[in-house]
Nanobody, 116 residues
Framework: QVHLVESGGGLVQPGGSLRLSCVAS????????IGWFRQAPGKEREGVSC????????YYGDSVQGRFTTSRDNAKNTVYLHMTDLQPEDTAVYYCAGPGCAGPEWGQGTQVTVSS
């Protein structure tokens, strides 16, 4: 059974950094992609990044390019989202999805709040 669990969210000041984790079960990350999405209040869900399974190639949304990096640890079957230079507009619930860049399974989400 596929299961995804995010963690690592919290409150951070503008310019700060956070690392989110997504632990996957029921499939292996070296075979399938994992995507990160976010949804802010009153806004549509936005694609943040995706890391491919076979070659680890990464893709990023325009709004996070150059600030966010996604990586994975196959031994832990975990994908990370490293977020730097966080700004108030990055405030959202962050979700991981898999297998595949857009699911079909989703985690429960983790809240990231950027505020001074």
């Amino acid at each position: 059974q596929v299961h995804l669990v995010e963690s690592g969210g919290g409150l951070v000041q503008p310019g700060g950094s956070l690392r989110l984790s997504c632990v996957a079960s029921g499939f292996t990350l070296d075979s399938y992609a994992i995507g990160w999405f976010r949804q802010a209040p009153g806004k549509e869900r936005e694609g943040v990044s995706c890391i491919m399974g076979t070659d680890g190639k990464t893709y990023y949304g325009d709004s996070v390019q150059g600030r966010f990096t996604t990586s994975r640890d196959n031994a832990k079957n975990t994908v990370y989202l490293h977020m730097t230079d966080l700004q108030p507009e990055d405030t959202a619930v962050y979700y991981c999805a898999g297998p595949g860049c857009a699911g079909p399974e989703w985690g429960q989400g983790t809240q990231v709040t950027v505020s001074s």
